[in-house]
């Protein structure tokens, strides 16, 4: 990193010095060393105007100077830019221990003892400036190491997202639905999601959760599963229990996305009267999510075919939405949903099985 070529035409030096003989000294030193551009202002009260303005690598700042001294000075700079943003260095004919203490202590980089020796300052302002020049190339390294990371992570939440879809999938197919059922359950409940004010971020995890609202069912024999007429009492206990099965799946991850898919899982059949399965939770105590959720997986096996049934009039599946407020489900979400049947309708249209 230290190694790499240094080229003094990239940088720039501000100098000030309220002597104008010094000024003209320093500057045609850096000019003649072939420094890319060397400003000069005998006002200090310039200075942080100045480096506002534009963009410097370097500051020569007297000590000694009417209006503002060097120490004032320099704690209005440090207040904007660091001592690896910007050095600086201290030009004083004061040779006093305290005073280099006191300027090092407060943010100069470095010394330059007047009457000045010309080798000494361009040795100076070399080291400093190369001294910058490495902090910047490590800043542009972690800046690619950080764009990298961010790329790295937006391609492993994609893969998780597209793992959580396929996982969707399959569950779905198990169950004999199509996987578009899952996509439509997922868009549903990202717009109710939306339209009850829950943060942008909740909502696109609740979108990504929903489809794997019925993954339990994998754990449920062929024979209820697949079972083409209506269940036995013995049989809809053990399909119920495809709610807990579901959890257990998806519990016990670190993932939001996996905690939030669970808690779907687990407890899409709850309803807002408290005679769901499989805790026979009530009201406010049902997860939002999931409440969601119920909703949206309703209203889509209701207006879709399937094998065991034709798919209902949307006018039908509205009536029940409607008959089954505060029993079955939120009262709020459905008056949100109805209220707003067009978006679903959209919803439903860009993704039928068609």
């Not at 105590?285 to 798919?311: G, H």
Request: net charge negative; proline share 5%; with cysteine.
């Amino acid at each position: 990193m230290f190694n790499m070529p240094f080229q003094p035409e990239e940088y720039r030096i501000l100098v000030c010095d309220d002597s104008v003989t010094n000024v003209m000294l320093l500057s045609g030193l850096c000019q003649n060393e072939g420094y890319g551009e060397t400003v000069t202002v005998t006002d200090p009260r310039k200075v942080l105007p100045t480096l506002e303005k534009d963009t410097f690598d370097l500051l020569m700042l007297d000590i000694e100077m009417p209006h503002l001294d060097g120490f004032e000075v320099m704690a209005m700079v440090r207040k904007k830019f660091s001592a690896e943003t910007l050095p600086i260095l201290i030009l004083t004919g004061l040779k006093k221990t305290e005073v280099r203490n006191r300027a090092l202590s407060e943010g100069a980089s470095d010394f330059l003892n007047k009457p000045f020796d010309q080798t000494e300052v361009l040795l100076r302002v070399r080291n400093l400036l190369k001294i910058h020049n490495a902090y910047k190339i490590q800043e542009n390294i972690n800046h690619q190491l950080e764009k990298k990371v961010q790329e790295r992570t937006r391609e492993l939440n994609k893969a998780s997202e597209e793992l959580v879809h396929r996982l969707a999938m399959i569950g779905e197919m198990r169950d004999k639905e199509t996987g578009n059922h899952v996509i439509r359950v997922g868009e549903y409940a990202r717009e109710l999601a939306e339209l009850s004010n829950l943060p942008s971020e909740i909502c696109y995890l609740i979108n990504k959760a929903a489809p794997l609202h019925d993954i339990g069912k994998v754990g449920i024999a062929d024979n209820i599963l697949l079972k083409p007429g209506k269940l036995d009492e013995t049989e809809v206990v053990s399909m119920k229990t495809h709610a807990e099965k579901g959890g257990e799946i998806l519990g016990q991850h670190d993932s939001i996305l996996m905690q939030l898919a669970a808690s779907i899982a687990l407890n899409h059949h709850e309803k807002w009267n408290g005679k769901g399965y499989p805790k026979g939770l009530g009201g406010e105590s049902i997860p939002v999510e999931a409440r969601i959720t119920a909703i949206s997986d309703v209203f889509d096996a209701l207006t879709t075919q399937r094998p065991y049934k034709p798919a209902w009039p949307v006018e039908k599946a509205i009536a029940y939405l409607k008959e089954q407020s505060g029993k079955s489900f939120d009262p709020h979400l459905v008056m949100l949903f109805l209220d707003n049947i067009d978006r679903f309708m959209s919803i439903r249209e860009k993704y039928s099985d068609q």
